[in-house]
């Protein structure tokens, strides 16, 4: 996403909460969503603009992005574990 597209979703949260960003709040924030989908952006901005009363928090926005960049690794030994959550192994399979 480019600096233009960003600022116009942004735009929405200043709108709808009455809030004006400073420059080192646009950077944070482009810090954080600079390599997200525009579409996947917009969609949590609006989601987040519905369900959130006060001011949103990055973190807010970021709980709504549906497709997160962080569940892209795939583990290629995943089909040996019996408890994904402890991690312990199958033996004899």
Known sequence: MNKQEFVRELEKIEIAYKKKFTQEEYGIWFK???????KEFGKAI???IKEVKFIPKVADVRLRIAVNPNDYYIDQYSHLYKNLEWCELIKGE
Do not use: L, M, N, P
Request: proline fraction near 0%; avoid cysteine.
């Open 32 to 38: 954080e969503f600079g390599t997200t989908d525009i």
């Open 46 to 48: 609006d989601k987040t």
